[in-house]
C-alpha cells in the first residue's frame, strides 16, 4: 500500500501468482494422494493373494493328509479368491490379480471369500481340497 491506502498493482500480481502456484501445488498433492492410495489397496490384495498360494504350495510340498487353517482378512474390503487347476486369482472393486501355483493338483474350482476361515488339506491321492 502507498501512503493513500491504495494497494499496488505490484502486490496485487503477486498475490495472484501465488495463488496460481498454491492452486497447482493443490491438484498435484490431490493426484500423488490418490496415487498412493491406489498402490497400496494394490500392494495389499497382492500380498493376500501370494500368502494364499504360498499357503497352498506348502500344503502341496508336505505329505498326504497334511492341511493348514487359513483365515482371509475382511479389513481390506471386499474380494473372492478363484483357485482353479494351478492358477489362482483375485477379483477386488473392477481389478484382477493372477498367481501361479506350479506342481499343484488342486481337486476342483473353489471361489474364497474375504472374512471366512478355510481349510486346506492334501488327499491320499495327492489332491488339494479347500473346505
Do not use: C, W
Not at 500500500?1 to 496460481?20: Q, W
Amino acid at each position: 500500500m502507498d501512503e493513500k491506502g491504495f494497494i499496488s498493482i505490484e502486490y496485487l500480481f503477486s498475490l495472484f501468482i501465488i495463488l496460481i502456484i498454491a492452486s497447482g501445488m493443490l491438484f498435484y498433492t490431490s493426484s500423488t494422494i490418490s496415487s498412493n492410495k491406489n498402490v497400496e489397496d494394490n500392494v495389499n490384495h497382492r500380498i493376500i493373494l501370494d500368502n494364499v498360494a504360498n499357503v497352498i504350495s506348502q500344503v502341496n510340498s508336505n505329505g498326504p493328509g497334511y492341511s493348514k487353517h487359513i483365515k482371509l482378512p475382511s479389513d481390506k474390503g471386499y474380494f473372492e479368491l478363484a483357485v482353479e487347476k494351478n492358477k489362482i486369482f483375485i477379483e477386488y472393486g473392477d481389478k484382477k490379480g493372477e498367481s501361479l501355483l506350479p506342481l499343484v493338483n488342486v481337486d476342483s474350482n473353489y471361489k474364497l471369500i474375504s472374512g471366512r476361515s478355510y481349510l486346506i488339506s492334501k488327499t491320499d491321492e495327492g489332491k488339494i481340497v479347500i473346505k
